[in-house]
């Protein structure tokens, strides 16, 4: 995660905001978020990791919500690239290499199904992180599958949200639903399913 890009200003007559107390904040919440989840992170909570009064939150986000969406848009998140490897099967495969890499990682593994719930509802959070780490990966998918089409190997009428949907959300139910291990053997038969899949969903 990147926090450079962080520049704070207050309104006249307010003190200025310093970025460097919102990163250390943010820092915070992250391993608030790990740690118990939205819906059981707390300000005061936040506060204290941070080793800030709980007025320093208040004097830049009226709640948690605002807190949170704040640090999701703001945030330079990483998300999973697929190398250009000549081929579409090939392609998927670094995908997923990448993908199981990302989501098996201690934050990733606590913090991302607490996130993709909080998508089905109705709030400015849900709408945060779909505009940001939903988007951001349909990015990716979006790239792999323009190169396959160049090279003549998927048409160019091809449903890209339902593509992104079998690639995504079968990595996410392996890793962090099913909790399922997967070796060479498992990437593979995946990258040959994917491709598969996407070819027969490529209209003619």
């Known amino acids: 995660m990147n926090y450079q890009a962080i520049t704070e200003t207050a309104p006249r007559g307010a ?11 943010w820092r915070a ?26 007025a320093a939150l208040y004097r830049r986000w009226n709640s948690k919500e605002a807190m949170v969406v704040a640090m999701i848009t703001a945030i330079e998140l990483e998300i999973v690239q ?3 490897r000549g081929s579409l099967r090939d392609d998927i495969k670094s995908y997923v290499e990448a993908g199981l890499r990302m989501m098996r990682r201690p934050l990733a593994t606590r913090i991302l199904p607490d996130l ?10 849900a ?27 998927l048409s160019p009428g091809m449903d890209v949200d339902l593509a992104f949907d079998v690639i995504a959300g079968t990595l996410y139910w392996r890793v962090l ?16 399913g994917f491709a598969a899949a996407l070819k027969a969903m490529s209209p003619p």
């Open 177 to 192: 639903v099913s909790r399922s291990n997967s070796d060479d053997t498992q990437v593979n038969a995946m990258a040959d």
């Open 82 to 84: 697929a190398e250009d």
């Open 15 to 25: 003190a200025l905001l310093r970025p460097h107390v919102t990163r250390s904040i």
């Open 116 to 125: 993709y719930a909080e998508m089905c509802r109705d709030t400015l959070l």
């Open 29 to 54: 919440a992250i391993i608030e978020l790990a740690r118990v989840g939205y819906d059981q992170m707390s300000m005061d909570a936040v506060a204290k990791r941070a080793g800030v009064g709980k």
């Open 127 to 153: 709408k945060a992180i779909r505009d940001t780490v939903y988007a951001r990966k349909r990015i990716s998918i979006v790239a792999l599958l323009d190169r396959a089409i160049q090279r003549g190997e």
